[in-house]
Every structure is written in structure tokens, then in C-alpha cells.
């Protein structure tokens, strides 16, 4: 019983490749997200959205689109992958955008782009 | 503009004793969220504690407790009775209503706990 899915889990490509990280979650959720986590751990938020609606782009390049077909579901493809996008990208999602709100992580993807 | 502090890279503490991980936050909004994060070795980010900016006791889950110090802006992570198992990185982070922050969790750099048996 999965709350937050993603898929894959490890990702290894080449340079310039393009490449998607699925993301669902079950928890009957509005609000999902995409975090990036740098190699020194520091985590960032990327993507905000609310029932299927981009509500926060982090100044995040464009070779980054996210698309969210359904709620539950919020994917992130990459194009033209640089050496620097390799991280671990984290998907979450919470019930609704209150400050209240606990955000559940799904297990994280590592990206790593040689 | 909004931040969080987190001062200590690395924490030690033997097993079954209490352990405190420091937290400072800034925001100008009066309507905000502190929230505890663990993640272990094996990389998932789990969900330990939240103190809401209005809640007026402090926040306990087990054996956690959030020593939260609002004119001080301070919200420091205590945990009791360390078990080998708390080893781990634990993110502090907040969501607040500032510029539309309430749509994203903002973190703190962590701090890495080391239980020693």
C-alpha cells in the first residue's frame, strides 16, 4: 500500500539524453510536488502543483516540464540532461496547500547523468 | 525572506540518552508550519513531527517533542531514549504563507545524528 510511488529508482543515462521520473500517489491528495536533492543533501523545491494546476515553478530551467494528467499523478521529464541535474529527485504530495499540511515523500529517484 | 537554520552539520549521542537538534526559522508571516523530517541511510524522507504557528502547547509524537520557542524563533527537535535506529540526516522545514510559500516546503541543511551504542 504505497502512498507516494515513483518510478524509477535509479536512473543512470548519458549526457544530452532525455528522460521521464513517474510519480503517483493514492492518498486521494490535491497538492503534489517535485523536490530536488543536491549531493550535500540540500533539498529544493522545483514544482508545486494543485489539481493539475502549476502553482509554483522554482526557476527551474526549462528543460524540466512537468505534466500532471490526474491528480494523483504528477511526472517530470528532462531534456538535453546536463552533468549538474544528477541528484535525487523527490515527488510529495499533501492534502491541500495549508500551512498545516504534512507533505508525504514518495522513495526518491537518483539521477545520475554521466 | 524566508529560511531555515540548521547550525549543527553533525550530532553524536550515546544510545538511550536525550539528543537535541537545533532549528531557527524566519519568516514575517504569522501563519506558518515547522515540520521534522528523518531520512536514513536508505534515503526515504519520513515524516516525524509538526508545530503549527498558532498552537499553543508543544508538539510530542512518542518520543519526539518539538521545544518550540516562537518569540525566538526557534523550534528544536528533541528526542528521548536514542535508539541505534534514530541514526540518520533530519531536515527542519517550514511552511509558510509568505509570497505564496505555502505551496512548497523549505529546509534546513540537516543535521546528521550518530547514535552510539
Known amino acids: 500500500d504505497t502512498a507516494v510511488s515513483q518510478t524509477p529508482k535509479y536512473l543512470v543515462t548519458q549526457m544530452g539524453n532525455d528522460k521521464s521520473i513517474k510519480c503517483e500517489q493514492n492518498l486521494g491528495h490535491d497538492t503534489m510536488y517535485w523536490y530536488k536533492q543536491d549531493s550535500k543533501k540540500f533539498l529544493k523545491i522545483m514544482f508545486s502543483y494543485n489539481n493539475k494546476e502549476l502553482i509554483i515553478n522554482e526557476t527551474v530551467p526549462n528543460r524540466f516540464s512537468p505534466k500532471s494528467p490526474d491528480k494523483a499523478h504528477l511526472n517530470l521529464h528532462i531534456n538535453s540532461l546536463e552533468l549538474g541535474d544528477s541528484a535525487v529527485y523527490f515527488c510529495?504530495?499533501?492534502?491541500?496547500?495549508?500551512?498545516?499540511?504534512?507533505?508525504?515523500f514518495g522513495p526518491g529517484t537518483r539521477l545520475t547523468v554521466l | 525572506a524566508q529560511k531555515i537554520t540548521q547550525t549543527q552539520p553533525g550530532m553524536f549521542v550515546q544510545e538511550k540518552e536525550a539528543v537535541t537538534l537545533d532549528c531557527t526559522y524566519d519568516?514575517?508571516?504569522?501563519?506558518?508550519?515547522l515540520f521534522w523530517y528523518k531520512q536514513p541511510s536508505s534515503g526515504e524522507m519520513i515524516f516525524l513531527i509538526y508545530q503549527g504557528s498558532y498552537d499553543q502547547q508543544n508538539a510530542t509524537e512518542g518520543r519526539y517533542s518539538l521545544n518550540f520557542q516562537k518569540a525566538r524563533k526557534s523550534a528544536n527537535l528533541v528526542i528521548s531514549a536514542s535508539q541505534l535506529g534514530d541514526s540518520a540526516m533530519y531536515f527542519c522545514?517550514?511552511?509558510?504563507?509568505?509570497?505564496?510559500?505555502?505551496?512548497?516546503?523549505?529546509f534546513g541543511a540537516g543535521t546528521r545524528l550518530a547514535v552510539h551504542p
Open positions: 519568516t514575517s508571516d504569522p501563519s506558518y508550519g
Open positions: 510529495a504530495s499533501s492534502p491541500g496547500q495549508g500551512a498545516h499540511n504534512e507533505q508525504f
Open positions: 522545514a517550514m511552511r509558510s504563507g509568505h509570497l505564496g510559500g505555502y505551496n512548497k516546503l523549505i
